[in-house]
């Protein structure tokens, strides 16, 4: 007799039929969104990686930022320091060029003595000479005193006041004089004057006022001598006679580059009013050849006289 076979094994085929369809049907899905999957992973990465980039993009920008404003405080910092550099370098030369002038008419043999003060008869057809001042004559009435003020005279600013003084005493009531103080300074020629304007004329009150200014210049002594620039604003005073006071060692380099006889006919040119120039050499003058050379020069050709005073 045949054994009928059990519901069993039919329903364990069924069964095991159903898994793998569902298992195939899962590897296919699996298979169709893998693609999807994958660049969602990767668009993830990507997005950190972009992040992680920025943010040290930024910190490198701010760094540069920072960096570059050390940079340029550092470069003004630098241009600054060049241009005081600069500007102590062309002040150490200046003086180094007076001091070599100096020298070389140090090494020069003395000069004669000042002239000694004669009575010469007056020329006809001229007005008596009206102002007498240890040698120097003129009948000019309208007088300016023109006084260098470089720091190498100020170690005689003593005697530069007291010459000028007793020019004044030789001036009677009446006479126009002013008083004209030039110098080099780092901002240029710089002028003080008394009066302000013109020309003052000569009594008790304007004496005293012209003796205090001579006071307050003695501690204004400083820098170099641009004697073309003083002479030239002198020139355009109304005086009709100059009387300079200087060591006489115009440094070059404040007189357009001109040596001394370059300059002796330079002033000339400029003195195309014929304006009588004076010469007062103050100082150490016997040790100087070149600088009495060139007062005595300057005076001659400006119809002037010349005087030498020392301590």
Do not use: C
Not at 64 to 92: C, F, N, P, V, Y
Not at 136 to 144: M, P
């Amino acid at each position: 007799m045949r054994r009928r076979r059990g519901a069993f094994e039919v329903f364990s085929l069924s069964a095991i039929d159903l898994f793998a369809s569902a298992m195939g049907a899962f590897v296919i899905m699996a298979i169709i969104l893998m693609p999807d999957y994958q660049k969602e992973v990767r668009s993830e990465g990507d997005l950190k990686f972009l992040e992680e980039l920025a943010g040290k993009t930024e910190a490198i920008l701010q760094e540069s930022e920072l960096g570059s404003k050390d940079i340029l405080e550092a470069l003004l910092a630098a241009q600054t320091r060049h241009e005081q550099l600069q500007a102590e370098q062309e002040r150490i030369s200046a003086e180094l060029e007076t001091v070599n002038a100096e020298n070389q008419a140090r090494a020069d043999e003395a000069p004669p003595p000042p002239p000694i003060e004669e009575d010469i008869p007056e020329p006809t057809g001229r007005n008596p000479v009206t102002f007498r001042f240890l040698g120097l004559k003129t009948d000019q009435r309208r007088i300016l005193f023109l006084v260098d003020m470089n720091a190498f005279l100020g170690r005689h600013s003593d005697l530069v006041k007291e010459t000028v003084v007793r020019a004044m005493d030789s001036l009677a009531d009446g006479y126009e004089f002013g008083i004209l103080g030039f110098q080099e300074l780092d901002s240029g020629p710089n002028f003080m004057r008394w009066p302000p304007s013109g020309l003052a004329t000569m009594s008790d009150s304007t004496y005293s006022q012209a003796h205090r200014f001579l006071d307050n210049m003695k501690d204004e002594f400083a820098g170099s001598s641009p004697l073309l620039a003083g002479l030239t604003e002198a020139l355009e005073s109304p005086a009709d006679a100059i009387v300079l006071f200087s060591d006489g060692l115009p440094n070059p380099r404040f007189n357009d580059g001109l040596n001394a006889n370059r300059l002796v006919r330079r002033i000339i040119q400029l003195n195309y009013a014929h304006k009588e120039i004076h010469a007062v050499t103050i100082g150490d003058y016997y040790k100087y050849r070149g600088t009495v050379e060139f007062m005595e020069r300057l005076a001659k050709n400006n119809s002037g006289g010349f005087l030498a005073v020392s301590d």
